[in-house]
């Protein structure tokens, strides 16, 4: 059996835009072969399915999510394009554990562009202040400061976190999963997170 590696599927993904497992999967039935893996997603009609992403999504699932102890809870909206996906078993258990991570990671926002400037501002501002400790030469430090705003926006964003309940993967691209499963343009519309005692 071949061993198909993280470069792999990322090449599959950025040839045909299909979802990460589907891309697993392509690669271990074409015994790693790149054309046939493409092949194998075109017969499927996976590749296609992320030219749909610009389509208007009006239909959808709003979800709530209450951890055990009644200490987090979570509220997220989940938009497709048709009631038929919308109440789809599958869709539904995507938004549920959509909310389930929300209340796990905490994100700030969306998107990174969704984060309060005043959060981003402060950040920098730390991290400024933890490269200036470390005496390394000025065009050094905006380097190490640029390195960890990426980390902070990957871990802060929902779409660019690291999926709790499969690390190998982000929410971008368990979305992008769904997205091919389903045929339809799928978006997180927005999600509220409360936990007890905080702003």
Request: net charge negative; hydrophobic share 40%; glycine share 8%.
């Amino acid at each position: 059996m071949v061993d198909i590696n993280a470069q792999m599927i990322k090449e599959l993904r950025s040839r045909t835009h299909a979802g990460v497992m589907d891309c697993k999967e392509a690669l271990q039935e074409a015994s790693g072969d790149m054309e046939k893996a493409v092949d194998f997603l075109r017969k499927k009609g996976l590749a296609t399915a992320m030219k749909r992403a610009g389509r208007e999504t009006s239909e959808g699932l709003i979800h709530s999510y209450i951890h055990t102890g009644g200490k987090i809870g979570v509220l997220v909206e989940v938009n497709c394009e048709t009631d038929f996906v919308a109440k789809n078993d599958e869709f539904s258990t995507f938004v549920k554990n959509l909310a389930m991570h929300i209340a796990a990671a905490r994100p700030l926002g969306i998107r990174r562009e969704d984060i309060p400037e005043k959060v981003v501002q402060r950040e920098e501002d730390v991290y400024k202040a933890q490269a200036i400790e470390t005496g390394k030469p000025e065009k050094i430090l905006d380097k190490i400061v640029q390195g960890k705003m990426e980390k902070f926006f990957k871990e802060s964003s929902l779409l660019g976190q690291q999926y709790v309940r499969d690390p190998d993967i982000t929410i971008q691209d368990l979305i992008h999963d769904m997205v091919a499963k389903s045929g339809e343009s799928i978006s997180v519309r927005r999600f509220i997170r409360y936990q007890l005692g905080e702003e």
